[in-house]
């Protein structure tokens, strides 16, 4: 257990973090890559078709996990905006800014999907559905927080800020996660449950699963693979950076 | 082989849809990866030319 401890008081150090990211990286883009590419080639190339949907179903396999994504990447920002707050590392502050753009790219992809399977399954592209209008607020928050980070020339300060915006904003989360039960809408009910068992059938159910397991990787990959930057943004006036990235 | 890979694609008249999603996704990921790659250059770039 300290072990985990001293490790992640470590990964708050940019320079530890640094090094990790960079020989972690072609690790995690080699899983990413695996796993997404299986979870999305046994969804829509070999699973059933649905006997109501018929093919169009398959979008399930980009618009679900795009979702749950999107969802969970606020959650991180939110985590990560508390433990800027209160402990002020600084690598938490970096996670927000380097996660905001994956979530805000994830959430946008969900509710395009979203338009997409609503013309042939509603009949229209879009509607103010409970669903659908809490995630563009996400969409919108997630807009907030890059636009209010570029605009405040202190990093400091606008990490600060951000911090504070993701905290507050997280909120939006479970109102997404219980609109269908709360109000009355035209989306169906959330397809991963906790506390009871799945309605589809696990020849499309687990590919299903393979596909969030997928995009958690390729967030990860995408993730680190961001926060390098932002690490060589912030800190190149440091000594290590100049030794480690520009090689002086 | 060709027969099944086009019914793939066409999926009943629906493969429009479900192929225009996976090229909205792709392009999403893609402008997400090559973003910090274009910040590091640019950085790099800048960098040696103060030195």
Redesign the interface.
Known sequence: MSRIKNWLIAMGSPPHFYKWATSSLPWLAGLAVIVFCVGLTWGIGFSPTDYKQGDVYRIIYIHVPSAILAESIYIFMAISGFISMVWRAKIAGMLINSAAPIGAGFTLVALLTGSIWGKPTWGTWWVWDARLTSTLILFFLYAAIIGLHSSIENKTKGDRAVAILAVLGVVIVPIIKKSVDWWQTLHQPSTFTLTSSPSMSPEMYLPLLVCVLGFYCLFIFMLTNSLRGEIISRERDKSWVKKQFFKY | MLDSLQL?FI??G??P??W???L??II??F???I???I??KR??RE??LE?
Do not use: F, H, Q, S
Request: hydrophobic share 55%; net charge negative; proline share 4%.
């Open positions: 793939l999926m009943d629906k493969g849809y479900v225009a999603c996976l909205i996704l999403v990921i402008i997400n990866l973003i910090p790659v910040r590091l950085i790099y960098e040696t030195e």
